[in-house]
């Protein structure tokens, strides 16, 4: 079915949207409550390993649902969102308004977007990374099911290690799954570029009014739009990291520590887990890690480095990993260098559980409620997963280690979502994926999910935020991040033909995550070596990207990622792009 293409979001609306109030505010530690989960029935191929466990029984106050421009990590002036809130046979979008959002289910319920679906019996294969997705997935792919009797749903949560391996081999096979994930090593514009994915303008029903219902900077030129059209959803906000401190309270309590009331320090951190380990007497150590994964070695370190003031955004993109003050990449900076000084110390502590190395995120979140280490670094989709089925199992929350210095500046974040979905482009199946899609971009869907996931990821409109029901511990992970977290830079904003660089750059191998999973297990010896290594191969490419674009007509240089008047402690506005 084709319907009218969404014009594209021009630079100087993108800036409007994207602009509000920014200020600089004091990162604090949240303290704990005990959460709740709905359980999940079982999909057909569903494949999910995470465990769940309770919450801690400390008392809190409850975080706002509305965050303020200066301190939410949404970009600033989304207060309306529109969806799709009856299962009207048009399923266009209506308006969202206080009376009507009042009035929206928190449960699922499969609505009729318009889409004009098979009548004949159709296999649909959907994968994701799981965690919390998992649980959302599972009830809303049964429900769908039960209404669309000829369609069914193998939904195949998996590891990001393995998304790495089966989406690659079905794409180079012409068999992936309708809807997937990109694998964390492959750039969205590579996946465009290389023709994996179908843009979603002639697929999702009412496509333009159905994408205004997003909120501002949910789309972006070079992360969720190539060459004038859509191809991906963002599922829910990027205002989340995921390595906070979530810890055993009965460990930390017996020696002594509550992060929840005062946050590890580097130092700390280190000594801590020391002492953990020998608390232990072999029965537990102090962390636990996913060291199987690359991309969490990546995370870790860009996390702790960036908030001791190294600067940028973390990830796997194009501009990830480069100070927005010099337009250079930061990995040879001394916060880098020591935030992997800090792992290689904790290591040679022997503070870490045996076998970590081996083990992927899901695998390691399995562990911790079984009382193997003290603390896990990781996101806030652990909260209801634990609860759900560990509902004995006491645990606390509590921000990242922050810098010795005690003056932890806030962490970037960029325009767009989290939780990409994408459809492969040779689907036989993309009517039922625009009608599943539409959705999960409806504020219906929207608060559906932010109800069932528990904000373990929010929602991405943020009016869901305020009619979704969420535990009390949900609700201080997501007061954390927006302590901690600020609206960062993006070339895309001030240059769209920035885009066209990233359709050019090619991943690195080995990539960053890869780097420091090489110094962490020993193959690599010398950190700033490798570093620096790193650091010319990056630099190298991104030149090489440009030139490839310029040589393509793309008006773009390395000005373009350089932002001299970027303040990390307040959110990058619309007078800021005028005035860099």
């Not at 630079?11 to 989960?37: E, F, H, I, Q, Y």
């Not at 928190?106 to 009729?112: D, F, G, P």
């Not at 700390?268 to 969490?296: D, M, P, S, V, W």
């Not at 302590?483 to 904003?493: E, G, H, I």
Request: proline share 8%; with cysteine.
């Amino acid at each position: 079915m084709n319907q009218p293409q969404h014009p594209q979001l021009s630079r100087r609306d993108l800036l409007r949207l994207l602009s509000g109030a920014a200020g600089a505010a004091a990162l604090a530690a949240c303290g704990t409550t005990t959460p709740t989960a709905a359980p999940a029935p079982s999909v057909a191929g569903s494949n999910s390993t995470a465990p769940s466990a309770a919450g801690s029984t400390a008392p809190s106050s409850a975080a706002s649902t509305a965050p303020s421009a200066s301190a939410s990590a949404r970009p600033a002036g989304t207060t309306a969102a529109t969806g799709s809130p009856t299962s009207s046979a048009a399923g266009t979008a209506v308006r969202a308004t206080p009376s009507t959002a009042a009035n929206i289910p928190t449960e699922i319920q499969i609505v009729n977007s318009g889409a004009k679906l098979p009548t004949e019996k159709v296999s649909f294969r959907w994968v994701d990374s799981g965690d919390q997705k998992a649980v959302f997935f599972k009830q809303y792919f049964q429900k769908y099911q039960q209404v669309h009797s000829n369609i069914t749903i193998d939904y195949n949560p998996l590891p990001w290690n393995e998304i790495g391996k089966v989406i690659p081999l079905g794409v180079q096979n012409g068999n992936a799954p309708d809807v997937f994930q990109v694998p964390q090593n492959v750039p969205g514009p590579q996946a465009v570029r290389e023709g994996w994915v179908a843009p979603l303008d002639d697929l999702i029903p009412n496509f333009a009014e159905w994408k205004k219902g997003f909120p501002p900077g949910a789309f972006v030129t070079g992360i969720t739009d190539f060459n004038g059209k859509t191809y991906t959803i963002p599922l829910t906000s990027n205002q989340r990291y995921g390595q906070l401190t979530l810890y055993n309270q009965e460990y930390l309590q017996q020696a002594g520590y509550d992060p929840s009331a005062k946050p590890f320090t580097w130092t700390e951190f280190r000594a801590a887990l020391k002492k953990l380990t020998e608390q232990g007497k072999g029965k537990y150590f102090g962390l636990i890690f996913e060291g199987n994964q690359t991309a969490r070695f990546a995370a870790v370190v860009n996390s702790l480095a960036q908030m001791a003031g190294a600067g940028g955004t973390g990830g796997t993109g194009v501009a990830d990993n480069i100070n927005w003050k010099t337009g250079q990449y930061n990995y040879l900076s001394d916060q880098y260098l020591g935030a992997i000084d800090l792992l290689l110390g904790i290591k040679s502590d022997n503070s870490v559980f045996p076998g970590s190395l081996s083990l992927n995120a899901p695998q390691a979140r399995a562990q911790f409620p079984n009382g193997v280490a003290a603390i896990i670094l990781q996101g806030p989709w652990n909260i209801p997963q634990w609860q759900l089925e560990n509902p004995t199992f006491k645990f606390g929350v509590a921000s990242q280690p922050i810098p010795d210095n005690g003056n932890p500046l806030p962490l970037g974040y960029g325009p767009g979502g989290s939780n990409l979905l994408w459809i492969y482009a040779k689907s036989p199946n993309k009517a039922v994926a625009a009608d599943i899609l539409s959705y999960l971009g409806s504020l219906q869907g929207q608060v559906a999910w932010g109800s069932i996931s528990d904000g373990a990821d929010s929602p991405i409109f943020p009016q869901a935020n305020q009619y979704a029901k969420v535990s009390p511990l949900a609700k201080q992970a997501q007061d954390l991040f927006e302590k901690q977290m600020r609206l960062a830079p993006d070339p895309n904003v001030r240059n769209p033909d920035v885009a066209s660089v990233s359709l050019e750059f090619r991943a690195l191998n080995p990539d960053f995550g890869q780097v420091v999973q090489g110094l962490f297990s020993g193959q690599l010896k010398d950190p700033k070596a490798a570093m620096k290594d790193l650091q010319d191969r990056s630099e190298a490419e991104l030149d090489r990207a440009i030139k490839a674009a310029q040589a393509k007509g793309a008006k773009v240089s390395r000005d373009d990622w350089k932002f001299a008047n970027w303040d990390p402690t307040k959110n990058y506005t619309e007078a800021d792009y005028k005035g860099a």
